[in-house]
């Protein structure tokens, strides 16, 4: 919408200093610098899209202090497999396996979930996905 106020700003000057002035080259110069203008924005936009798109983490998000702050945490002996996402640039998602340090009952692990989620929505995520580990258990994956 900005583009559109700017042409429509741009084209009134140009026809009132043309009008009283004999300045040919201004209006193609003129539209050069609205079309300049747009194709910046364009390529700016396009940019945080693919990040998007890409699933690359977001930019206003630092994943190794929010590692750091969930290790300072009761039990909690590790933290690794962590993976954070943007759905639409403002929506943040978190997937993250931690490692803790006795068997809990469920209560002791629902508070340790609730825990978590209250620290990663601090850091500005807004939804987590926790995956419990003991120190004797394996990671499924490969690269834990």
Known sequence: MLEDVLGWTVVLIASIVMHFGNFPWLDP????GVTLFILWNVFRSLRRV???FLQSNPEDLDLD???SELRLMNSVEDVHDVHAWS???KYHVLSLHVVISQIPDQETQ?????????QTRKMG?????????LPSEACVLGNC
Do not use: F, S
């Not at 629902?110 to 209250?118: D, G, M, P, T, Y």
């Not at 995520?125 to 580990?133: K, N, R």
């Open 29 to 32: 110069l003129m539209a050069l």
């Open 125 to 133: 995520i807004d939804h987590a996905t926790i995956e419990i580990e």
């Open 87 to 89: 759905l639409d640039g």
């Open 65 to 67: 202090a929010l590692e």
């Open 50 to 52: 693919a990040r998007i």
């Open 110 to 118: 629902v508070q340790l979930k609730n825990q978590i989620r209250e």
